[in-house]
């Protein structure tokens, strides 16, 4: 068995300039990534970073909560998300720590930044010496990244607010945008001398950093998510809350390609492969999409089967509607899982907390002297995970109505008993 894994994780990738997607993870993807040699990451909401060389992936394990963002440097990978770490890869190891959500990473020659939703920026030297804090800003950071020469960070955050920073120092040196509204997303263009940003309320610019002129690439939807330059520079590609992406030639100046990437949910993450040829993107869906340039929108779109938790409610009953509505995102009710950022609930009755094997619990639930049942369940949901077991990974929720409780207890009753 361990022979044939070794020999399909060998598949190649599809040839690029070919439609292709990486199947395998068990929730949305919040970040890719790409490498020199052809490499893909993927970050995603189950958890987990998937390193593609083939078909099958080698799935880097370790992150407490979902993963949002991930890169390359060197030989080493990076990631961070919602358990405020940020990791390398191999191995692991906790880089750093924020006392909020990382939902955004930039490298350099020398340093790794991490924008953090506690409203600061960490800077972490390569070399493992003592690292910086930029802030706070006073908002929750979303995104980072270097100049060319790595002696200067650009950040953006829910303020609106485009800061510089001197690397050596680590002080802010100017505030080139204050747009009012939430920057989600950054992409630099140093050598062309350009900065382009993505806000909430659906605006995309580009900043002249020389001139200061602005040129606005704005269409009526929101919010921007997600920006991606090409290798050669000549594309840039914009991902929105609405499940579009829009290309715009960086040349001319002009949009030359707007489809509907989703059928249903955003695009959370873009990356260019490494020749260009092809546009990687990821969503609501469990599978990275990728496209040829030439040809977007001529293929499949990403999530064209609905996920459980966007099924019509009118089609189910009322228990698992809830079930659908608060767990199933994080949870299968399958006896193998599925990959997610939950553990199984398949024969969750009579259970201990935290002691399904394969699956990284938080230390609160481990030592918990929880056994699932009825009241267990209801309890969890009546108080809210946050209060009924405070420090675990499970996110805050509650359903406030008796009756609800009851028909999703009947409903994973039902669903999740083990077969005689």
């Given at each position: 068995m361990r022979r044939l894994a070794l020999a399909l994780a060998l598949i190649p990738l599809p040839a690029l300039a070919e439609f292709f997607t990486l199947k395998g993870h068990g929730g949305p993807i919040m970040g890719i990534a790409t490498a020199p040699d052809g490499r893909i990451a993927t970050a995603s909401f189950d958890n987990s970073v998937g390193l593609w060389t083939g078909q099958n992936p080698e799935w880097l394990e370790g992150h407490e909560a979902a993963v949002n963002s991930v890169t390359?440097?060197?030989?080493?990978?990076?990631?961070?998300?919602?358990?405020?770490?940020?990791?390398?890869?191999?191995?692991?190891?906790?880089v750093g720590r924020h006392k909020g959500k990382i939902v955004g990473l930039a490298a350099s020659k020398t340093h790794i930044a991490t924008a953090s939703w506690d409203g600061t920026i960490g800077l972490w030297p390569m070399d493992g010496s003592r690292p910086i804090q930029l802030g706070p800003t006073g908002s929750g950071v979303n995104a980072v990244v270097f100049s060319a020469d790595g002696t200067q960070l650009y950040s953006a955050g829910a303020d609106g607010t485009l800061r510089v920073w001197d690397v050596g120092s680590g002080q802010e040196t100017d505030r080139l945008i204050e747009h009012g509204f939430g920057i989600n997303e950054l992409v630099l263009n140093s050598q062309d001398g350009w900065i382009a940003y993505g806000a909430v309320d659906g605006v995309t610019r580009i900043l002249d950093l020389t001139t200061g002129d602005v040129r606005d690439f704005s269409l009526d939807r929101r919010p921007i998510l997600a920006l991606a330059l090409s290798p050669d520079r000549s594309k840039l590609a914009v991902g929105d809350g609405q499940g579009y992406i829009m290309m715009i030639d960086t040349t001319g100046w002009r949009i030359v390609q707007d489809f509907r990437a989703t059928l249903r949910g955003p695009v959370w993450a873009l990356a260019f492969s490494e020749d260009g040829q092809n546009l990687h993107a990821g969503g609501i869906d469990e599978a990275m999409y990728s496209w040829p340039v030439t040809s977007l929108g001529e293929q499949s779109q990403m999530a064209a089967t609905e996920p459980s938790f966007l099924k019509n409610p009118e089609e189910m009953g009322n228990g698992e509607r809830q079930f659908a509505r608060k767990c199933s995102i994080c949870h299968s009710l399958t006896p193998a899982g599925q990959r997610r950022a939950g553990p199984t609930l398949h024969g969750i009755f009579g259970r201990e907390a935290g002691t399904l094997p394969g699956y990284f619990y938080s230390d609160t639930l481990q030592d918990s002297d929880i056994v699932w049942n009825e009241e267990t369940i209801n309890a969890l949901f009546d108080e809210g995970p946050d209060h009924y077991i405070p420090g675990s990974k499970m996110p805050m929720q509650r359903i406030t109505q008796a009756q609800d409780r009851i028909d999703l207890i009947a409903f994973l009753r039902r669903t999740t008993a083990p077969e005689d």
């Open positions: 390359f440097n060197g030989t080493a990978i990076y990631s961070a998300g919602d358990d405020f770490t940020l990791r390398r890869w191999p191995g692991g190891d906790v």
